[in-house]
């Protein structure tokens, strides 16, 4: 198994320009969430899935847009990158979907570093 | 609402001495929590758990944490420290069996482990 993949590792953007993060699992996992990771703030939920098809704002939202048409993908985009974005994103999967009570732990994968210039 | 906190940023210790690194929660019910730990440049990885059952619960590479329900926290320890244990560790909580607000882990701001030679 290849666990949790991300790419870019790497990318610099302008303000303005869009992008897609890709996130993808082969583990078959049902829950799937994406974090930014800032100094001092620990990690921050942006978006999260249940499920394919199913998806739920976390903590910072705004700015962000994901979708989940299969178990095994789920895009961050980017709808318009301003310099406050610029962080480190982290993508989590677990098999810990509805109906487990959320025991379940999250394998990480090994991030996305954004700067938006 | 659901928090955690990690008092220290930083822990120093010397190589060989027991380590604490310390967490405390806020749930309204009862608790998942959780351990990771963050080596540079690298995605998180899981350490550890408590979902039930008895309250000192081990982990990866010699690590344990003990749950105390009547002071709320969930101390990170180790009997005896190694420098290749020096990394950001974080704390997380999840509130049980919120079957719509499963994604929502709340991590700490992490803490910073030394381990000096």
């Not at chain 1, 249940?50 to 961050?76: C, H, K, M, W």
């Not at chain 2, 690590?63 to 101390?75: D, G, L």
């Amino acid at each position: 198994n290849a666990g949790v993949t991300q790419t870019p590792k790497f990318q610099v953007l302008k303000t303005g320009q869009s992008m897609t993060l890709q996130c993808a699992q082969d583990m078959n996992h049902e829950y799937m969430s994406w974090y930014r990771q800032d100094p001092g703030m620990g990690l921050r939920l942006i978006h999260y899935s249940v499920g394919a098809g199913i998806t739920d704002q976390g903590e910072v939202p705004n700015g962000y847009n994901v979708s989940r048409s299969t178990t095994e993908d789920f895009p961050l985009r980017l709808l318009s990158a301003a310099p406050s974005q610029t962080s480190v994103y982290f993508c989590a999967s677990s098999s810990g979907g509805s109906g487990t009570g959320g025991s379940h732990e999250q394998y990480f994968g090994p991030g996305t570093r954004l700067t938006v210039t | 609402a659901q928090s955690v906190a990690q008092p220290e940023d930083q822990v120093n210790v010397a190589e060989g001495n027991p380590l604490t690194v310390k967490c405390t929660y806020s749930v309204s019910g009862n608790p998942y929590l959780f351990w990771y730990v963050q080596y540079p440049n690298r995605g998180l990885q899981f350490l550890l758990k408590y979902i039930t059952g008895d309250n000192l619960v081990k982990g990866s590479y010699g690590f344990e944490a003990e749950f105390n329900k009547s002071q709320t926290s969930f101390h990170l320890k180790k009997p005896s420290a190694l420098v290749s244990d020096s990394a950001l560790y974080f704390c997380a909580v999840r509130e049980a069996d919120r079957g719509s607000t499963l994604g929502r882990l709340y991590f700490g701001r992490g803490t910073q482990l030394t381990v000096w030679p």
